[in-house]
């Protein structure tokens, strides 16, 4: 039987290629990649106060930009290429077309459909670390800071989780798209170089007034890529993919109900904000299970990413010292690392092995079986053991952003200071950058204090006068 002609085999479509599978893992790498340009641009840039929009908003494309020409030039070989040990791979360029054109190592897709997919999950896992950094970090620490970390910290997670051959890939780990690899590692990067850095200016942590309708406007970005975030990663379509993308926006929407009663129950009011905390911290939770959970393990995970998180940030976070300490300015210690633990572990107690055949496609598929399921089947401990992977990849996720983010730090704060100047701090972007977020007074006014004040810089160029 001779299939339609735009199913054909071709040169440009050889045998083992999928059409369907390659356009949705495109479609799903650039709903991603939305989530930080401009999603966590704008969310970045609305939550500050206005005198820090640019810097964060900056920091936040920066990293984007950055960790794209790193990914080719050699990172993506050290996550998913030729292995050099168990936590890491070779590194190499991924730029020739003969590479590029070959099968991935998982899909029915060429390298290049994968690097770039891949690539969007390296880039938000900067900025989220970003996140915990802003309105103080030296944008000049930040550019170094963003390859050097990209370099020895991410790959070692990716591959040793995500990788075939990883070790913890082979112990079993089940991090379905990234609650590990991205989340946990932001978290804990996050408020470690939050720590070195030091905290903002004492008048820019005092309680000010965010531009909500900007604010939601990045959120709702957030949300809504997060379908291309969980949906992609079975590498193909596929029912798993659809019962992922469905399980990510129950828990959500179960967590942001969640936080938002608790915010009603204890402060007396809806908080914008807090539903927006929510909602991550339950985008978050689900990540590691969202495709080998059922959907009514995702509602208890969402009922849980709404109120364990809300009690680190709001209760906690007040009473032990190190949390008083450090200044988190996202609070993404609370929203990743901690809802990303929580997924986690949570993805060990629930993760159904019916789901779990249907994702990893594996002949030994019986060995991922969530504690539930292990007490339900009698194979208590097979659940127990599962259980102990994933307790185990939380220390070595964490010991590893520890250890690399503070060597990172204490490598470059000789060389550039990792905080702005106190003179810096007070005037903001302007002192940084030159440039300011928007304007308020009369519209085409020029502002002399700033450098740049318009896009091509004609007030350089003299009015040639009419004759």
């Known amino acids: 039987m001779e299939l339609p002609v735009g199913l054909q085999f071709d040169e440009a479509s050889p045998e083992w290629f999928s059409k369907a599978d390659n356009a949705w893992q495109l479609t799903a790498a650039t709903l991603v990649g939305m989530q930080s340009v401009p999603g966590l641009i704008i969310l970045y840039g609305s939550i500050v106060k206005k005198k820090w929009a640019v810097n964060s908003a900056f920091m936040a494309l920066y990293a984007f930009a ?8 050699w990172v993506y070989q050290m996550s998913f290429g030729t292995e050099l040990f168990s936590f890491l791979g070779r590194p190499n360029v991924a730029l020739d077309e003969k590479y590029l054109f070959t099968r991935a190592f998982g899909g029915k897709m060429p390298n290049a459909t994968m690097i770039y997919f891949q690539f969007v999950f390296a880039a938000i896992t900067l900025i989220l670390i970003a996140g915990a950094l802003l309105g103080r970090m030296n944008f000049h620490a930040w550019m170094l800071f963003v390859p050097l970390w990209v370099t020895f910290s991410y790959p070692i997670t990716a591959y040793s989780i995500w ?89 959500t929407a179960t967590s942001l109900l969640t936080w938002l009663v608790l915010d009603i129950i204890f402060f007396g009011k809806p908080s914008v904000i807090g539903a927006t905390q929510g909602m991550i911290t339950g985008l978050v939770c689900i ?60 993805t060990g107690f629930f993760s159904s092995p019916k789901l779990c055949r249907l994702f990893y496609l594996v002949d030994n598929w019986q060995h991922y079986i969530g504690l539930a399921y292990g007490i339900h089947d009698r194979r208590i401990m097979a659940g127990l053991k599962q259980m102990g992977i ?17 060597l990172i730090c204490l490598l470059l704060r000789p060389i550039v200071p990792l905080r702005m100047t106190e003179d ?21 006014e020029k502002f002399n204090g700033s450098k740049h004040n318009s896009v091509y810089g004609m007030e350089d160029y003299a009015v040639p006068s009419k004759a």
């Open 66 to 73: 950055a960790v794209l020409v790193c990914w080719v030039g």
């Open 163 to 251: 990788n075939p051959n990883g070790w913890l890939a082979s112990k079993g780990l089940i991090d379905y798209s990234g609650g590990y690899v991205i989340h946990l590692s932001s978290g804990v990067a996050g408020f470690t170089a939050a720590y070195w850095v030091g905290p903002r200016a004492t008048v820019d942590k005092e309680r000010f007034p965010p531009n909500n309708m900007l604010m939601l406007a990045g959120a709702g970005l957030l949300w809504m890529g997060w379908s291309g975030f969980n949906g992609g990663d079975p590498y193909n379509v596929s029912m798993d993919a659809s019962l992922a993308v469905l399980n990510t926006h129950v828990c």
């Open 287 to 346: 990540t590691p299970a969202a495709g080998v959970v059922q959907g009514w393990a995702a509602i208890i995970m969402g009922m849980m990413s709404g109120s364990i998180p809300w009690y680190t940030m709001m209760i906690l976070n007040k009473q032990i010292r190190l949390l008083k300490h450090v200044d988190d300015t996202m609070a993404v210690f609370h929203t990743h690392a901690v809802a990303g633990s929580l997924g986690g572990i949570l």
């Open 390 to 406: 994933q307790l185990l990849g939380i220390v070595f996720v964490v010991v590893v952003n520890v250890v690399i983010t503070s």
């Open 424 to 444: 810096d701090l007070k005037i903001g972007d302007d002192a940084v950058h030159g440039e300011e977020a928007y304007a308020l007074w009369g519209d085409g």
